[in-house]
Protein backbone atom coordinates (compact mmCIF):
# COMPACT_ATOMS: atom_id res chain seq x y z
CA UNK A 1 0.00 0.00 0.00
CA UNK A 2 2.66 2.99 0.67
CA UNK A 3 4.47 1.67 -2.05
CA UNK A 4 1.40 2.17 -4.06
CA UNK A 5 0.74 5.30 -2.71
CA UNK A 6 4.69 6.99 -3.36
CA UNK A 7 3.74 5.55 -6.66
CA UNK A 8 0.76 7.75 -7.03
CA UNK A 9 2.34 10.51 -5.17
CA UNK A 10 5.21 10.33 -7.59
CA UNK A 11 2.82 10.34 -10.82
CA UNK A 12 0.74 13.18 -9.86
CA UNK A 13 3.89 15.63 -9.05
CA UNK A 14 5.85 14.47 -12.30
CA UNK A 15 2.27 14.96 -13.96
CA UNK A 16 1.88 18.33 -12.24
CA UNK A 17 5.65 19.68 -13.21
CA UNK A 18 4.95 18.41 -16.69
CA UNK A 19 2.02 20.78 -17.09
CA UNK A 20 4.05 23.96 -15.18
CA UNK A 21 6.95 23.35 -17.57
CA UNK A 22 4.81 23.87 -20.31
CA UNK A 23 4.22 27.46 -19.82
CA UNK A 24 8.22 27.86 -20.01
CA UNK A 25 8.74 26.66 -23.15
CA UNK A 26 9.20 28.98 -26.02
CA UNK A 27 6.42 27.53 -27.92
CA UNK A 28 3.88 28.33 -25.12
CA UNK A 29 4.70 31.97 -25.48
CA UNK A 30 4.54 31.80 -29.34
CA UNK A 31 1.22 30.92 -29.01
CA UNK A 32 -0.35 33.40 -26.60
CA UNK A 33 1.84 36.01 -29.10
CA UNK A 34 0.26 34.64 -31.96
CA UNK A 35 -3.31 34.52 -30.39
CA UNK A 36 -2.79 37.86 -29.36
CA UNK A 37 -1.91 39.18 -32.70
CA UNK A 38 -5.35 37.61 -34.67
CA UNK A 39 -7.61 38.80 -31.52
CA UNK A 40 -6.19 41.35 -29.84
CA UNK A 41 -3.65 43.87 -30.13
CA UNK A 42 -1.35 43.20 -32.44
CA UNK A 43 1.05 46.07 -31.04
CA UNK A 44 1.09 44.77 -27.84
CA UNK A 45 1.90 41.31 -28.71
CA UNK A 46 4.18 42.06 -31.57
CA UNK A 47 6.17 44.00 -28.44
CA UNK A 48 5.59 40.77 -25.45
CA UNK A 49 7.53 38.73 -28.06
CA UNK A 50 10.21 42.19 -28.52
CA UNK A 51 10.69 41.92 -24.89
CA UNK A 52 11.17 37.63 -24.39
CA UNK A 53 13.62 37.57 -27.77
CA UNK A 54 15.41 40.54 -26.08
CA UNK A 55 15.41 39.11 -22.38
CA UNK A 56 17.11 36.05 -24.30
CA UNK A 57 19.75 37.98 -25.59
CA UNK A 58 20.79 39.42 -22.24
CA UNK A 59 20.57 36.44 -20.36
CA UNK A 60 22.72 34.77 -22.97
CA UNK A 61 25.38 37.35 -22.32
CA UNK A 62 24.73 36.84 -18.17
CA UNK A 63 25.59 33.46 -18.29
CA UNK A 64 28.86 34.11 -20.62
CA UNK A 65 29.28 36.77 -17.57
CA UNK A 66 29.14 34.53 -14.86
CA UNK A 67 30.09 31.15 -16.39
CA UNK A 68 28.74 29.19 -13.72
CA UNK A 69 28.80 25.65 -15.20
CA UNK A 70 26.18 23.72 -15.27
CA UNK A 71 25.88 19.89 -15.87
CA UNK A 72 22.12 18.55 -17.48
CA UNK A 73 20.80 15.07 -19.04
CA UNK A 74 21.46 17.22 -22.07
CA UNK A 75 24.95 18.37 -21.71
CA UNK A 76 26.86 20.53 -20.85
CA UNK A 77 27.10 24.74 -20.38
CA UNK A 78 26.91 27.77 -18.67
CA UNK A 79 23.46 27.92 -16.42
CA UNK A 80 23.32 31.15 -14.27
CA UNK A 81 21.04 32.83 -14.93
CA UNK A 82 17.92 30.50 -16.15
CA UNK A 83 17.16 31.83 -19.28
CA UNK A 84 13.86 29.94 -19.12
CA UNK A 85 12.80 32.05 -15.91
CA UNK A 86 14.05 34.79 -17.31
CA UNK A 87 12.44 35.25 -20.04
CA UNK A 88 9.16 34.35 -18.61
CA UNK A 89 9.78 36.36 -15.55
CA UNK A 90 10.20 40.12 -18.11
CA UNK A 91 7.70 38.66 -20.89
CA UNK A 92 4.89 37.74 -18.73
CA UNK A 93 5.55 40.58 -16.23
CA UNK A 94 5.75 42.94 -18.78
CA UNK A 95 1.79 41.36 -20.85
CA UNK A 96 0.40 41.00 -17.67
CA UNK A 97 2.00 44.13 -14.90
CA UNK A 98 1.23 46.52 -17.77
CA UNK A 99 -2.62 46.55 -16.89
CA UNK A 100 -2.39 47.58 -13.69
CA UNK A 101 -4.66 45.22 -11.89
CA UNK A 102 -4.19 43.22 -8.71
CA UNK A 103 -5.59 40.11 -10.06
CA UNK A 104 -2.95 39.84 -12.61
CA UNK A 105 -0.28 40.64 -10.41
CA UNK A 106 -1.14 37.38 -8.35
CA UNK A 107 -1.20 35.00 -11.69
CA UNK A 108 2.03 36.89 -12.53
CA UNK A 109 3.50 35.48 -9.13
CA UNK A 110 1.23 32.63 -9.34
CA UNK A 111 2.62 31.35 -12.52
CA UNK A 112 6.22 32.13 -11.10
CA UNK A 113 5.40 29.83 -7.82
CA UNK A 114 4.55 27.07 -10.49
CA UNK A 115 6.83 27.02 -13.36
CA UNK A 116 10.16 27.55 -11.00
CA UNK A 117 9.96 24.31 -9.75
CA UNK A 118 9.14 22.50 -12.58
CA UNK A 119 12.63 24.40 -14.09
CA UNK A 120 14.39 22.16 -11.45
CA UNK A 121 12.57 19.00 -11.36
CA UNK A 122 13.57 18.79 -15.09
CA UNK A 123 16.77 19.73 -13.79
CA UNK A 124 17.64 22.05 -16.26
CA UNK A 125 18.55 24.42 -13.81
CA UNK A 126 19.25 24.46 -10.21
CA UNK A 127 17.47 26.46 -7.34
CA UNK A 128 20.16 29.51 -7.60
CA UNK A 129 19.95 29.61 -11.36
CA UNK A 130 16.08 29.96 -11.31
CA UNK A 131 16.09 32.28 -8.62
CA UNK A 132 18.68 34.30 -10.25
CA UNK A 133 16.80 34.09 -14.08
CA UNK A 134 13.51 35.81 -11.69
CA UNK A 135 15.85 38.47 -10.17
CA UNK A 136 17.06 39.54 -13.69
CA UNK A 137 14.32 39.35 -15.01
CA UNK A 138 12.35 41.39 -12.29
CA UNK A 139 15.05 44.23 -12.40
CA UNK A 140 14.48 44.47 -16.36
CA UNK A 141 10.54 45.53 -15.85
CA UNK A 142 11.47 48.56 -14.95
CA UNK A 143 13.56 50.10 -17.72
CA UNK A 144 11.06 48.23 -20.66
CA UNK A 145 8.11 50.08 -18.75
CA UNK A 146 10.18 53.30 -18.68
CA UNK A 147 10.98 52.95 -22.73
CA UNK A 148 7.36 51.85 -22.99
CA UNK A 149 5.88 55.57 -21.56
CA UNK A 150 8.30 57.27 -23.72
CA UNK A 151 7.15 55.73 -26.56
CA UNK A 152 10.76 54.02 -26.87
CA UNK A 153 10.42 50.66 -26.38
CA UNK A 154 11.68 49.31 -30.16
CA UNK A 155 14.33 51.67 -30.30
CA UNK A 156 15.48 51.02 -26.60
CA UNK A 157 15.39 47.08 -26.73
CA UNK A 158 17.18 47.14 -30.31
CA UNK A 159 20.35 49.66 -28.44
CA UNK A 160 19.82 46.60 -25.48
CA UNK A 161 20.33 43.54 -27.84
CA UNK A 162 22.61 44.92 -30.06
CA UNK A 163 24.90 46.12 -26.75
CA UNK A 164 24.41 42.86 -25.82
CA UNK A 165 25.29 41.12 -29.08
CA UNK A 166 28.71 42.86 -29.45
CA UNK A 167 29.81 42.42 -25.65
CA UNK A 168 28.75 38.45 -26.29
CA UNK A 169 30.97 38.39 -29.32
CA UNK A 170 34.21 39.64 -27.26
CA UNK A 171 33.63 36.85 -25.00
CA UNK A 172 36.41 34.38 -25.74
CA UNK A 173 35.03 30.80 -26.16
CA UNK A 174 31.07 31.61 -25.92
CA UNK A 175 28.96 28.71 -24.64
CA UNK A 176 25.69 29.91 -24.72
CA UNK A 177 23.42 30.24 -27.66
CA UNK A 178 22.66 33.76 -28.54
CA UNK A 179 21.93 33.80 -32.12
CA UNK A 180 18.18 31.82 -32.25
CA UNK A 181 16.66 34.98 -30.21
CA UNK A 182 18.60 37.74 -31.55
CA UNK A 183 17.72 36.38 -35.30
CA UNK A 184 13.79 36.25 -33.72
CA UNK A 185 14.37 39.63 -32.35
CA UNK A 186 15.40 41.07 -36.10
CA UNK A 187 12.89 39.59 -38.10
CA UNK A 188 10.05 40.73 -35.53
CA UNK A 189 11.29 44.20 -35.81
CA UNK A 190 11.98 44.28 -39.65
CA UNK A 191 8.22 43.29 -39.46
CA UNK A 192 7.12 46.01 -37.22
CA UNK A 193 8.95 48.40 -39.01
CA UNK A 194 7.35 47.58 -42.97
CA UNK A 195 4.02 48.75 -43.39
CA UNK A 196 1.44 46.00 -43.83
CA UNK A 197 0.65 46.85 -47.74
CA UNK A 198 4.05 46.62 -48.27
CA UNK A 199 4.09 42.96 -46.37
CA UNK A 200 1.08 42.07 -48.61
CA UNK A 201 1.99 42.64 -51.20
CA UNK A 202 5.75 40.63 -50.51
CA UNK A 203 2.87 38.04 -50.00
CA UNK A 204 3.05 35.90 -46.90
CA UNK A 205 2.58 32.85 -49.11
CA UNK A 206 6.33 33.31 -50.53
CA UNK A 207 7.69 33.65 -46.90
CA UNK A 208 6.10 30.56 -46.27
CA UNK A 209 7.55 28.85 -48.86
CA UNK A 210 11.45 30.38 -47.92
CA UNK A 211 10.59 28.97 -44.08
CA UNK A 212 9.51 25.77 -45.40
CA UNK A 213 12.71 25.11 -47.70
CA UNK A 214 14.84 26.20 -44.37
CA UNK A 215 13.23 23.72 -42.37
CA UNK A 216 15.47 21.55 -44.21
CA UNK A 217 18.48 22.49 -42.27
CA UNK A 218 17.00 23.85 -39.00
CA UNK A 219 19.21 21.17 -36.72
CA UNK A 220 22.04 22.95 -38.34
CA UNK A 221 24.61 25.69 -37.38
CA UNK A 222 24.25 27.07 -40.94
CA UNK A 223 23.35 31.12 -42.13
CA UNK A 224 19.87 29.27 -43.25
CA UNK A 225 18.92 27.98 -40.02
CA UNK A 226 19.17 31.69 -38.87
CA UNK A 227 17.23 33.33 -41.62
CA UNK A 228 14.79 30.67 -41.27
CA UNK A 229 13.98 32.05 -38.12
CA UNK A 230 14.04 35.49 -38.92
CA UNK A 231 11.75 34.85 -41.71
CA UNK A 232 9.60 32.91 -39.33
CA UNK A 233 9.62 35.66 -36.58
CA UNK A 234 9.07 37.71 -39.75
CA UNK A 235 5.87 36.34 -39.96
CA UNK A 236 4.43 36.72 -37.14
CA UNK A 237 4.00 40.79 -38.42
CA UNK A 238 2.09 39.76 -41.45
CA UNK A 239 -0.55 37.99 -39.42
CA UNK A 240 -4.24 39.35 -39.67
CA UNK A 241 -6.21 40.71 -36.76
CA UNK A 242 -9.71 39.83 -36.63
CA UNK A 243 -10.88 42.48 -34.21
CA UNK A 244 -9.66 44.83 -37.19
CA UNK A 245 -11.32 43.18 -39.69
CA UNK A 246 -14.34 42.85 -37.99
CA UNK A 247 -14.07 46.66 -37.00
CA UNK A 248 -13.30 47.80 -41.28
CA UNK A 249 -15.42 44.99 -42.40
Not at 89 to 102: E, F, I, S, V
Not at 133 to 154: H, Q, S
Not at 166 to 181: A, F, G, H, I, Y
Not at 193 to 213: H, M, N, R, S
Amino acid sequence: MDTASAYLHQLLVHNWMSMAFVMVRVYFIAIIVISGILLGSRKTYLHVWLVYAATAVFGSLLKEWFQIELFTPWGYGYGFPSTHMQALTAAWGYWLLRQKKLWLVVLWLTILALTAPSVVYFKCHTWICVWGGIVFGILELPVVFWLEKNNRLEQGLFVWVMCCTVLWLMCSNTQTRMMEPLACFIGVLIGMKIPYALKQWIGIGAILIICTWLSNVIESSSIDYYLGLVSIAFILTCLPNFQLLKHYG
